[in-house]
């Protein structure tokens, strides 16, 4: 499995709509090829992180140029300030 996190530090107009547009969101990513899981968090900063998990690293990417996509189209306001991106191989992955 591959995972990228995406940090949108002070974005808090951003997460408003991506927390007020879910159903959205979630039809976007969960149409990523190999997609296994998606986590939105809101930080203290006003601003917050996702974190894609995909079946391998062209998953990862693809839900990386959705997402910047969706935010083109969605909240233009934000899209100048593009997120700090991490990614790479997932050593492990557990829940409860």
């Known amino acids: ?9 002070g974005a808090s ?5 991506l ?11 969960r149409g990523v ?8 968090l809101r930080a203290g900063d ?5 974190v894609t998990v995909c079946e391998d690293q062209a998953g990862a990417e693809e839900s990386t140029r959705r ?3 969706w935010v083109r189209e ?14 790479g191989e997932v050593l492990y992955h557990f829940g409860r």
Request: glycine share 10%.
């Open 67 to 69: 997402a910047a996509a």
């Open 13 to 17: 107009q951003l997460f408003d709509e």
């Open 46 to 50: 006003g601003g917050g992180a996702t």
């Open 74 to 87: 969605n909240v233009p306001a934000a899209a100048g300030s593009p997120p700090e991106v991490t990614a």
């Open 1 to 9: 499995m591959y995972a990228v996190v995406r940090r949108y530090p």
């Open 33 to 40: 090829p190999g997609f296994v899981a998606y986590t939105l």
């Open 19 to 29: 927390a007020r547009r879910q159903a959205d969101v979630e039809a976007v990513i």
